[in-house]
């Protein structure tokens, strides 16, 4: 019922930066959380950001000096300003949308994720 798309992933140099945007789609009610993790090959689904309805953000400490969340909640998108990028950021940078905060779950709770957009940071 929900489909989720990132856009803007690609080739970067390290100390570049890109520009990361997710659209959530079709039959949607309540959304509350939008963000963003990151996967490499071998190593578990992480955290990047997540930004609440109402404007809270929770961040990866590894991270939240060189990225930024942001929103438009009328029309269902989430952004990742990425800057200072580094190798070590190469990754598939997912969108996630929820209609529960990060902190609470229920049984009404739902969670919706898009396929990836790779980010490749190398010279």
């Known amino acids: 019922q929900v489909q989720v798309v990132e856009s803007g992933g690609g080739l970067v140099q390290p100390g570049g930066s890109l520009r990361l945007s997710c659209a959530a789609s079709g039959t949607i009610f309540s959304i509350n959380t939008m963000g963003w993790y990151r996967q490499v090959p071998g190593k578990e689904r992480e955290l990047v950001a997540t930004m609440t309805s109402d404007g809270d953000t929770k961040y990866n400490e590894s991270m939240k000096d060189r990225f930024t969340i942001s929103r438009h909640n009328a029309e269902n998108t989430v952004y990742l300003q990425m800057n200072n990028l580094k190798p070590e950021d190469t990754a598939v940078y997912y969108c996630?949308?929820?209609?529960?905060?990060?902190?609470?779950?229920?049984?009404?709770?739902?969670?919706?994720w898009g396929k990836g957009t790779l980010v490749t940071v190398s010279s």
């Open positions: 996630y949308v929820a209609n529960h905060p990060d902190y609470y779950e229920d049984y009404k709770s739902r969670e919706w």
